[in-house]
């Protein structure tokens, strides 16, 4: 209960600082601001909340190696995604983003999912193993 309270007023307190910072700005765009927060708003609630709560409901049907197999990644594209859409990479030197990252992405993604899809597959197929002294 602490911690909530706490991130709440650390958060009341952020939105408090923004809103002093945009009615103080002289070259603030009001409407350009409110247009974009409620784009933001819709997009959230429309697009990323349910494929959230979809995928949340698949990865809890899961064992551990599914939930373990998601947060991989979720980490692992979090981090390549980057790469994949060429942030950063200028278009004069060809060099500084060579490889073929989204292929690359794509593999790891690939081996991430085979891990817990091959130890369901095993262990469906596998015998029971015979108690000693049977």
């Given at each position: ?14 939105i ?108 469906k ?10």
């Amino acid at each position: 209960m602490k911690t909530r309270v706490a991130l709440v007023t650390v958060g009341a307190v952020l939105i408090a600082y923004a809103m002093v910072g945009v009615l103080a700005d002289a070259d603030a765009d009001p409407i350009g601001m409110l247009v974009f927060l409620l784009a933001v708003l819709v997009g959230h609630d429309l697009v990323w909340m349910p494929v959230a709560l979809a995928a949340g409901l698949l990865i809890a049907r899961g064992g551990t190696r599914v939930r373990t197999a998601a947060l991989v990644a979720a980490a692992v594209g979090i981090v390549g995604l980057p790469l994949v859409l060429g942030i950063g990479r200028p278009a004069d030197n060809p060099s500084v983003l060579p490889l073929h990252y989204g292929r690359n992405l794509v593999l790891i993604l690939l081996v991430v999912a085979a891990v817990p899809a091959g130890a369901a597959i095993r262990k469906k197929f596998a015998r029971p193993r015979r108690r000693a002294g049977r």
